[in-house]
């Protein structure tokens, strides 16, 4: 019932910025906590930045200073704009909207979506 639809991914020199943006249609998206998470060719998929329902933040360590997650809940999207890309930030990013009481001990909840994922180079 819920789709995410990611979009501004691509190929970006290091040292670049991208926004990447995705749009949620379905549900109620001012109650969802969204993320975005990132996935490279033969690693684990990780967390990058989430923002909950009333916009607090957190971000991997790795792209603390770097990356800002952002909301517009009158737009039903969540943004993540990538500054200082380097290459190891390479890797297939993914919207995810997590919904309904969080699953203790954990950052998941008990209704989890998530996009098809959009692709982010960085590169010379």
């Known amino acids: 019932q819920v789709q995410l639809v990611e979009s501004g991914g691509g190929l970006v020199q290091p040292g670049g910025s991208l926004r990447l943006s995705c749009a949620a249609s379905?549900?109620?998206?001012?109650?969802?906590?969204m993320a975005w998470y990132r996935q490279a060719p033969g690693k684990q998929r990780e967390l990058v930045a989430a923002?909950?329902?009333?916009?607090?933040?957190n971000y991997a360590d790795s792209v603390k200073g770097r990356f800002t997650i952002s909301r517009d809940n009158a737009k039903n999207t969540v943004y993540l704009q990538m500054n200082s890309l380097k290459p190891e930030d390479t890797a297939v990013y993914y919207c995810?909207?997590?919904?309904?009481?969080?699953?203790?001990?954990?950052?998941?909840?008990?209704?989890?979506?998530w996009g098809q994922g959009t692709q982010v180079t960085v590169s010379s």
């Open positions: 995810n909207a997590g919904a309904g009481p969080r699953i203790p001990g954990t950052v998941k909840y008990a209704f989890n979506y």
């Open positions: 379905g549900g109620i998206f001012s109650s969802f906590a």
């Open positions: 923002i909950t329902n009333t916009g607090t933040t």
